[in-house]
């Protein structure tokens, strides 16, 4: 059993039937010695109670031969019986239900035992006249079953009652951890906020703070790891415009066209270098920089004006918006909704089929989609293009950091980007859809 509630619940259980049997045992055992010390006095007493008047009896009929039997004043059948004899064994009282075969032979004064009856045996007049008082076992054995039943049937009554109890204020106890835990669960992968102590028992605390510090140190790692990215990504930018100054001024006055060439794969290179930068500073704000606003904003003015300008050089008509006549209105950062939709574009753009449009949509619950033309992208790629780095073909060119920036800015604003290709309704292409945090209109 895995659970720690099932395992304490059982443990507890066991042992509350544990020492209830053994209390039931001790109890019984003592009860017992009770019984037994109580039947033996009143036994005792019985036969020194019986024995004067018997003998006062015998004395005055001392002439008669013949055993005489005491007859009953009303019928019943006699719980204790006895024998009178004299020191020969011969019977001269005996008590209405008495069998004087089950009356062993006299052993003194004092207490015997047979397979069926308990016998007090008792003089009188110098041993002249004795007494035997039997009383069936049987009468003493019952008595103690029926009290040992009375102290087991409470088990068997209120085990049951007494194990939903001990579950019940288990699971009452272990809210707070289940609460804990659900905690646990349901936080994101990026989430790297501390979890809350309040209400935790003191033994799981301990846990929870170390937990805590554990969490606080990851979450200053990354941020450092942030603000390094965007610091290094920062002061790259100066020195690659220079450098990239410096590979067209060269092409313009070098004559030679080998060193022409070489400037403008300089240039180009250069250029790479500081789309990469411009890609690693979008990815370090995408993981830590504000999400959402106080007031919301209109969402379809942010998609026209990036559309505008990224349609501009080379890629004119190329983009189809499709967006809905209401505002769409949304709290989401605009610069960060900015470089999520600039990405997307971008994509689609570089990877579609040249001269082909790229499509998008925008409806009023929010749901954005971006789709293209190109070859079938297989399943085992498409699972790797939110990758860092990872490009879907040998020869695409691009940081490879596109959509790695944009499942990043998914996964902080509680949405999942879904990747299809081929596109949907269509027999190739490639598509990627996400949900927006809107507001109604």
């Known amino acids: 059993m895995n ?54 009896d015998i004395l005055e009929n ?83 079953r029926n009290i040992q039943l009375s102290l087991g049937l409470p088990v068997l009554i209120f085990m049951p009652l007494a194990l939903l109890a001990i579950i019940l204020v288990i699971r009452t106890s272990l809210v707070s951890l289940n609460r804990f835990r659900d905690r646990l669960a349901h936080r994101d992968e990026h989430d790297l906020s501390l979890l809350p102590t309040d209400g935790l028992p003191a033994e799981i605390t301990p846990i929870a703070n170390t937990l805590n510090e554990v969490l606080a140190k990851l979450a200053s790692a990354f941020a450092a790891e942030r603000s390094f990215t965007a610091n290094a990504a920062h002061e790259l930018r100066t020195p690659l415009a220079g450098a990239i100054a410096q590979a067209q001024l060269l092409q313009r006055e ?16 250069l250029k790479r270098l500081t789309v990469m930068s411009e890609r690693l500073m979008q990815l370090a704000r995408a993981e830590g920089s504000q999400l959402f606003l106080d007031r919301a904003g209109d969402l379809r003015p942010v998609m026209e004006l990036l559309g505008m300008d990224l349609t501009r050089n080379g890629n004119s008509g190329r983009l189809i918006l499709d967006l809905p006549e209401q505002p769409v209105l949304s709290n989401l950062d605009p610069d960060l909704f900015a470089i999520l939709y600039r990405n997307l574009l971008e994509n689609a753009l570089r990877h579609g089929t040249a001269g082909t449009p790229v499509h ?80 109604a209109g």
């Open 62 to 144: 001392e002439q008669q031969d013949t055993p005489r039997r005491l007859a009953t004043i009303h019928s019943h059948n006699e719980l204790l019986t006895y024998l009178i004899r004299d020191p020969q064994g011969r019977i001269l009282l005996r008590s209405h239900d008495a069998v004087p075969e089950q009356f062993p032979a006299w052993d003194g004064s004092g207490f015997q035992q047979t397979e069926t009856h308990r016998i007090y045996n008792e003089d009188s007049l110098q041993g002249s006249i004795r007494i035997s008082l039997a009383e069936p076992l049987a009468h003493r054995q019952a008595m103690i």
């Open 254 to 269: 070098t004559q030679d066209e080998r060193s022409r060439q070489r400037a403008l794969d300089i240039e180009s290179t």
């Open 3 to 56: 659970s720690l509630q099932g395992r304490i619940a059982l443990l507890l259980g066991v042992l509350f039937l544990a020492l209830w049997a053994a209390s039931a045992v001790l109890t019984s055992r003592q009860i017992r010695t009770e019984i037994e010390s109580v039947f033996d006095s009143a036994l005792q007493e019985t036969a020194q109670r019986i024995l004067p008047l018997a003998v006062a």
């Open 360 to 439: 998008v949509r925008l409806d009023d619950s929010g749901l954005l989609s971006v789709s293209n033309d190109c070859e079938i992208i297989p399943e085992q790629v498409l699972q790797q293009l939110t990758r860092r780095f990872e490009r879907g073909q040998a020869r695409a060119t691009g940081s490879g950091l596109g959509l790695a920036i944009v499942q990043a800015i998914c996964l902080r604003i509680g949405t999942r980007l879904e990747l299809s290709s081929p596109a949907r309704d269509r027999e190739r292409g490639f598509e990627a859809r996400l949900m927006l945090p809107v507001q």
